[in-house]
């Protein structure tokens, strides 16, 4: 019994270190001032799409909270930071003014939290492109990042008022 145990922590240690070469492998990371952003990705969207979202970490290393302000992308006629809230029972996504990055922690912009949204879409990005995305903080200032485009397996609700399919 104890071997069986060993041998599937050992496996289970494998698929671990396994998983994270990969994702090693995707990581493109940058920095402004005292913030450190990770693997920026956006979801890939059909060719027809006229919105996409971007995603990724950010790290404040700095001991002074920092706060994004805004952010543009030559691929989209606006972009805008968006946040996912619960109204009435009801997952939503809303415009909000600004996305905090608390003094040495961060924040994750993921599928269903605070992301960033791309509108009247000039360029439709394809799966495996990489696009500019300009980022303004109040204290690290202005960074561009390049975007990379992947597959994902979670649905994107594509209207911001759009919410779940009513089952009758
Ligand atoms: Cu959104």
Known sequence: MEKVMKKNTFITL?????????????????KAGDLQI?????KA??????VAAAFFNVTNHGGENDILI????PIAGKVELHAHIHEDGMMKMRE??????????????????????FFNLTKVPKLGDRFPL???????????????VEKATYQMEMKP????EQHH
Request: aromatic share 8%; proline share 7%; charged share 20%.
């Open 96 to 117: 909000v003014k600004n996305i905090e990055i608390p003094a040495n922690d961060g924040t994750a912009l993921k599928p269903g939290a605070n992301h960033i949204m």
């Open 134 to 148: 300009t980022l303004h903080f109040k204290n690290a200032g202005e960074i561009t990042i390049e975007v990379a």
């Open 70 to 73: 805004s952010a543009e992308s």
């Open 161 to 164: 008022e759009k919410t779940k």
């Open 14 to 30: 494998l698929f671990s270190s396994a998983l994270f070469l990969s994702s090693f492998a995707n990581a493109h990371d940058y």
């Open 45 to 50: 969207v059909p060719p027809n799409s006229s």
């Open 38 to 42: 990770d693997h920026p990705w956006s």
